[in-house]
């Protein structure tokens, strides 16, 4: 399935694939604050699932401060419904982004989507704060 969001410049298209290895989404174009929102409920929209979900960001050529906070939003809600969030294929603009973020410690980054079919980083159960604050 094919998306288009946004308008003009800030032009972004998404090719959507479901499969039994997991979800696909190629992205390109630019990820900014005129866009986010849509790219953002494209990625909420899609089915759970155990198996990876790979975004291809190859064709993004800008990921703004908003992109990122995008991703990490789709990886809590992706790691709570128990699956797994991987960025592929990011250029070297976006991967600074990334690495200036810290993104890269939390959600893992492969150099291609083929690559990440064999991702299988054990991430752990989230752990409750059961912690007293003494306020005196």
Same mark, same amino acid.
């Given at each position: 399935?094919?998306?288009?969001?946004?308008?003009?410049?800030?032009?972004?298209?998404?090719?959507?694939?479901?499969?039994?290895?997991?979800?696909?989404?190629?992205? !390109?174009?630019? %990820?900014?604050?005129?866009?986010?929102?849509?790219?953002?409920?494209?990625?909420?929209?899609?089915? $759970?699932? $155990? !198996? $990876?979900?790979?975004?291809?960001?190859?064709?993004?050529?800008?990921?703004?401060?908003?992109?990122?906070?995008?991703?990490?939003?789709?990886?809590?809600?992706?790691?709570?419904?128990?699956?797994?969030?991987?960025?592929?294929?990011?250029? #070297?603009?976006?991967?600074?982004?990334?690495? #200036?973020?810290?993104?890269?410690?939390? %959600?893992?980054?492969?150099?291609?989507?083929?690559?990440?079919?064999?991702? #299988?980083?054990?991430?752990?159960? $989230?752990?409750?704060?059961?912690?007293?604050?003494?306020?005196?």
């Amino acid at each position: 399935r094919l998306v288009v969001m946004g308008e003009g410049q800030h032009h972004l298209k998404a090719e959507v694939t479901v499969g039994a290895r997991g979800i696909d989404v190629r992205v !390109a174009g630019e %990820i900014d604050i005129a866009n986010v929102d849509e790219f953002r409920a494209l990625l909420w929209g899609l089915p $759970p699932a $155990p !198996a $990876p979900l790979r975004v291809d960001l190859g064709g993004v050529g800008f990921l703004s401060a908003a992109g990122v906070r995008a991703l990490v939003a789709v990886h809590l809600r992706t790691r709570a419904r128990g699956g797994q969030l991987v960025i592929c294929n990011p250029n #070297a603009v976006v991967r600074r982004t990334l690495r #200036a973020t810290r993104v890269n410690r939390v %959600i893992p980054i492969v150099g291609s989507s083929m690559v990440a079919e064999d991702v #299988a980083r054990p991430w752990p159960s $989230p752990v409750p704060l059961n912690r007293a604050v003494s306020l005196t």
